[in-house]
């Protein structure tokens, strides 16, 4: 696929560029050397690399909590590393989504967003993805038990849900996701398309083709999410791996979203 064009060095302690408003791009997680020199410049130590991220994306969904919850002194230092406009998303533990598998999760709930607790003080705090297993089929029953756990139902903090079994998508399944106003995860990867629907005040996409994408499929992207940015957050991320194909289109798609100047 075309690639695309890096944009010019930023400084690692600035917000990113003017983009719109409420519009939160970035990739799964940031710490790899192997996207310098394309993303990151040659000489950018290991310790920087949240920084820079951040000078030029303006979120990231750390997939690091799926196994590990970090520490106050960690996540603080991420929080330090990024301006104040920057958001994290977080994906819950395995122990909720695939271990438990939503039943008796209320402990692990509460434990998970109590490790969060230093992001939403600081403002920083986007969307915590549920993701699902592939084998596991819809429950509607079990999802809207789990989403009145008091943990959850105190709207502490924003829920996206990523099902990856298609008999999720129905009427039922979004009837129990507006009730409690959590996202419908809106995940496109070559295995499976989430129906384009919203359920809540806030968008979240997960953009996981291989390969990456076009320039002219990242500035229909930016049309699309720049004018739901107009009434609610969107965010956005791309596929993360060794290759900086993922944060080159974010940083595109933003790029894009700028020179369209929406607000």
């Avoid at 996207?35 to 303006?58: C, D, Q, V």
Wanted: charged share 20%; with cysteine.
């Amino acid at each position: 696929m075309p690639r695309a064009t890096p944009a010019s060095k930023a400084s690692p302690t600035a917000p990113a560029a003017d983009y719109p408003a409420n519009l939160y791009i970035g990739t799964s997680g940031w710490a790899y050397p192997t996207w310098k020199p394309e993303f990151y410049p040659a000489g950018t130590p290991a310790r920087a690399f949240l920084g820079y991220y951040a000078s030029r994306l303006t979120s990231v969904e750390v997939n690091y909590t799926f196994r590990s919850l970090p520490t106050a002194k960690q996540l603080e230092g991420w929080i330090e590393s990024v301006p104040a406009t920057f958001r994290f998303a977080f994906k819950a533990p395995q122990r909720i989504t695939h271990f438990q598998r939503l039943r008796e999760s209320q402990d692990t709930v509460a434990e998970f967003l109590a490790s969060l607790a230093p992001a939403k003080a600081a403002g920083k705090l986007g969307p915590l993805l549920f993701q699902l297993p592939p084998n596991f089929a819809a429950d509607t029953d079990r999802l809207d038990a789990f989403l009145r756990l008091p943990a959850l139902a105190a709207k502490s903090a924003r829920i996206a849900f990523e099902f990856r079994h298609a008999t999720w998508f129905s009427e039922a399944t979004y009837s129990v996701l507006r009730r409690h106003n959590a996202a419908l995860c809106i995940a496109e990867s070559d295995d499976l398309a989430t129906p384009d629907v919203s359920t809540a005040d806030f968008h979240c996409y997960r953009l996981r083709r291989d390969g990456g994408y076009t320039p002219a499929e990242l500035k229909a992207f930016a049309k699309k999410f720049t004018a739901l940015a107009k009434d609610a957050e969107v965010y956005a991320y791309f596929k993360h791996e060794d290759e900086p194909t993922g944060a080159l289109n974010a940083t595109a798609l933003l790029d894009a979203a700028r020179k369209a100047g929406a607000r």
